[in-house]
């Protein structure tokens, strides 16, 4: 394989290697021609974000692999090489010692026999997601596409099958968005506790398996002392990087394409993105149709920036994402589970400051996904048919809400921003627009008459009367009435069977 081959020479010659790959990464990597210009950071001011995207407000996430086998959650393939971690006691329990039997030997264990991708895009977009996001490979470097540089993939191992590709066909078929993420730029660092050994005990001395050779092109070869950051800080893997995503989006040309850190690796992570907006634009006939999520503060306009479990605290101009789980990252047995009410409000939130939500549903190893996140998705798609008319396709109001959890004081969401999952009062209230419609999302049910401040007369955002006011999911003819200080709406005398309602206010002409 090309990829054990560029392993070996990297081991024999680190030094040489270093100093011409940095040389081909700023000079010579092989980028589709197009506008986007690798050595010219300017030329990505041009992007503009898609209105799919814009459009969209709902993606959601297989974020899934051979990690889920041992059932322990998130960063399996990392914590069992870690002595005395909880995953490094299950691992040698149940699998034996990591010099023996490691990561390597979890990836066939894995099969997704349950697996049915037809299925499951079908409840999805029941639900109300608008795309769909396949991993592309996590931080285990190993990649769910049909790769022809590296022999872990899942075409070769573990389920024989082209995962990416397999999705990539679900969606489409039922008229989704299709997006990958990468993981692996993080992956050099992340999995060098692979070359570590135990520092007591019977096996104390005696190397990992991610210590063998023969396995460099999984595990990557050891780090420079020091290179401990998220993203290496080496020479020559960053061209291996971009050599990976590049294949992963010329095959695939993914209309989404998410990195889990900030842009890798300077003039390197500018060629991979101008490589990815240049091909979109070539397989879409000149229209630009991609988005690219990244980590980083603030957002400029040239990508989208995303927040990991996480929320915005305010209306961006540039459109964003938050990505969460469900869950755990991976399958991890006995794991709580976010409500229906849960993501319908972290979804409100979220669209009302110019933002979308991209959710991991959790598969099991095997593929299927348990009976509760089922129920939840079809509670999804009960609230999402009779309100979704407030959420896709609308854009921020003037404010994004009132009430109590607006307040500057609330509580930090893992990755910056805000906490995803909140608590709401029946005064929160959400705001959007469309087709000069507002509107109105009350967060938790009202226990009495609606005070909607922003909408009073004195407030003067609208300054056109409210013609009518309508309860999205209901037929009672509401009694409202717009004064001074507030539009107040009358309790309804029928709440409708979710937490979160959806008023129409329109306007006279």
């Keep these: 394989m090309k990829r054990m081959l560029l392993k070996k020479i990297l081991l024999a010659t680190t030094l040489l ?3 011409i790959v940095t040389s081909y990464a700023q000079t010579s990597l092989p980028v589709v021609d197009g506008p986007y210009k690798p050595n010219d950071p300017s030329s990505f001011k041009q992007y503009k974000c898609p209105d799919w995207f814009r459009d969209a407000k709902f993606g959601i996430w297989a974020h899934w692999g051979p990690q889920a086998v041992p059932r322990h959650g998130d960063w399996y393939a990392k914590k069992l ?4 971690s909880g995953d490094n006691k299950y691992h040698v329990a149940t699998y034996g010692h990591p010099s023996k039997f490691g990561y390597k030997d979890i ?5 997704a026999e349950k697996w049915d991708p037809e299925y499951l895009m079908k409840l999805y977009k029941k639900a109300g997601a608008k795309y769909f996001v396949s991993m ?3 931080h285990d470097n190993f990649f769910l596409w049909k790769s022809k540089i590296h022999r872990w993939n899942a075409v070769e191992m573990g389920p024989h099958k082209d995962v990416v590709g397999i999705w990539q066909h679900a969606a489409k078929k039922e008229g989704l968005r299709f997006g990958v993420s990468e993981h692996l730029a993080a992956s050099y660092t992340w999995f060098q506790s692979a070359h570590g050994a135990d520092t007591s005990g019977e ?4 190397p990992y398996d991610g210590n063998d050779p023969a396995y460099a092109d999984l595990y990557h070869t050891k780090a420079a002392p020091g290179d401990k950051a998220w993203l290496t800080t080496s020479h020559e893997w960053p061209k291996e990087w971009f050599d990976d995503v590049k294949e992963l989006v010329d095959n ?3 209309d989404l394409l998410y990195s889990d850190s900030k842009l890798p690796f300077g003039d390197t992570g500018l060629a991979m993105l101008a490589n990815y907006y240049n091909g979109n634009l ?3 006939h000149g229209k630009m149709e991609a988005v690219y999520n990244y980590k980083s503060m603030p957002a400029d306009g040239t990508y989208v920036k995303d927040i990991e479990r996480g929320v915005n605290d305010s209306i ?8 969460t789980s469900i869950g755990d990252w991976f399958y991890s047995n006995g794991q709580k589970y976010k409500s229906a009410s849960e993501i319908i409000q972290m979804l409100v939130d979220i669209v009302s400051k110019n933002g979308n939500l991209l959710i991991n549903i959790v598969q099991t190893p095997e593929g299927d996904i348990e009976q509760d996140m089922v129920n939840t998705l079809e509670d999804l798609a009960t609230w999402t048919t009779a309100n979704g008319d407030g959420i896709y396709g609308t854009r921020p109001w003037k404010v994004y809400g009132e009430g109590p959890s607006t307040a500057k004081t609330q509580e930090k969401g893992h990755f910056g921003g805000l906490k995803d999952v909140r608590k709401y009062q029946p005064t929160d209230i959400r705001f959007t627009t469309k087709n000069g419609a507002v509107y109105v999302f009350v967060m938790e049910p009202p226990t009495t008459d609606i005070n909607i401040v922003s909408l009073g007369k004195n407030a003067q955002f609208e300054t056109k009367a409210v013609a009518s006011v309508k309860l999205l999911g209901s037929a009672e003819k509401l009694v409202w009435k717009q004064g001074d200080e507030a539009l107040v709406i009358n309790k309804p005398t029928i709440l409708p069977n979710w937490k979160t309602l959806v008023f129409k206010v329109s306007f006279k002409k």
């Design 252 to 254: 695939y040309h993914p």
């Design 136 to 138: 592309g490979s996590h």
């Design 203 to 206: 096996f104390k001395g005696v």
């Design 17 to 19: 290697a270093g100093s």
């Design 282 to 284: 070539k397989a879409n």
């Design 316 to 323: 961006s101009p540039f459109p964003w994402q938050t990505d």
């Design 81 to 84: 090489y870690q002595q005395g």
């Design 107 to 111: 990836i066939p264990l894995w099969k």
